[in-house]
């Protein structure tokens, strides 16, 4: 009986565990909008306005490009806070991540994420090859109108 009591508490953790990060396309549509998608890669358009929050979601790893310049306050899911200061034009690369996000400045941010599908995209730390952004980026321009 007491396994069963046990079983039942750890599925539900996982549940609400998975249920509290999520494509952020889904959970946040307001700040991020799906792009194009392919077997390659996930483009998603990003816009804050002002002083705009976001619930906690995931990311695959990717490229961020900042298409405006923003200051950017970003908590992972363990609390840890990252301030960036965004340049316009500016392109990271990102690990996977569950995080908030909250735009701290006067201005509306936007920028694109490029998301990878791939192993290397979802290892902690690694890095695409700059064929894969190369083609990323090419495919992502030939689907705008």
């Given at each position: ?31 991020y ?17 002002p002083?705009?929050?976001s ?13 405006t ?12 806070v ?5 340049k ?34 979802s290892?902690a ?16 321009a030939q689907?705008?109108?």
């Amino acid at each position: 009986m007491l396994c069963r009591i046990f079983c039942a508490v750890a599925m539900l953790c996982l549940v609400l565990n998975l249920a509290a990060a999520q494509d952020p396309t889904k959970v946040e549509p307001k700040h991020y909008k799906l792009h194009f998608e392919n077997e390659h890669v996930v483009v998603i358009d990003i816009h804050y306005g002002p002083h705009e929050k976001s619930d906690l979601h995931d990311h695959p790893g990717g490229v961020v490009v900042n298409l405006t310049a923003g200051h950017l306050k970003f908590t992972d899911q363990n609390g840890k806070v990252t301030e960036v200061f965004a340049k316009a034009g500016e392109s990271r690369w990102f690990p996977p991540v569950k995080h908030k996000v909250e735009n701290l400045g006067d201005e509306t941010y936007n920028a694109v994420y490029i998301a990878l599908k791939n192993k290397t995209a979802s290892v902690a730390g690694s890095r695409p090859s700059a064929e894969q952004v190369a083609q990323a980026l090419a495919e992502y321009a030939q689907s705008k109108p």
